[in-house]
Each structure stands twice: as C-alpha cells, then as structure tokens.
C-alpha cells in the first residue's frame, strides 16, 4: 500500500515542482533594456577597469564612453568586449 501511495504522488510532485520553477524563471524581455557595469580595457592581458558607470545593452543613438574612451560590458570573466550604449 505504502509503494503504490509513493509512486503516485511522486509524479504529481515532480510535476508541480517543475511548475513552479518555470514560473519562477523569468526569460530576458526583449524590448527592456538592462543596465550593467561599464569597463575600460587596460591593454593586453590585462583585466578591465571598472568605470561605475551603469550603461544599457540595448542599441540607442550614443556609444557609452568614460573620459573619451569607449566603455564595454564585460563578455565572461575577463574580456570587456560587449558593446553599451546610452541615451
């Protein structure tokens, strides 16, 4: 009796969990915009620079500059090469 209760609900509660994580996760919308950190690269081999400007991924009319300097979000850990925009 106890197997027969153990097999029926654990699929109903499999169910519900994946559910509930589906709603949970949210997809990027598209037509939003996201701010992220702007970085100045420093030259070869070398880490980028955290400027503490906040700059958006989507394309608008000006590139995101810090003192003269185009500004990059970082793409991985290390490499500062995704483009940033502002208004």
Not at 22 to 43: R, W
Not at 53 to 67: D, H, R, S
């Amino acid at each position: 009796m106890r197997k027969n209760l153990f097999k029926t609900i654990m699929p109903a509660i499999a169910i519900v969990f994946a559910v509930a994580a589906a709603f949970a996760t949210q997809a990027k919308d598209e037509n939003g915009s996201a701010l992220v950190d702007a970085y100045i690269p420093m030259g070869p081999g070398q880490p980028c620079e955290n400027t503490g400007l906040k700059c958006e991924t989507t394309v608008l009319p000006n590139i995101c500059t810090y003192q003269g300097q185009q500004a990059f979000g970082l793409e991985g850990l290390t490499s500062c090469s995704v483009d940033l925009y502002r208004d």
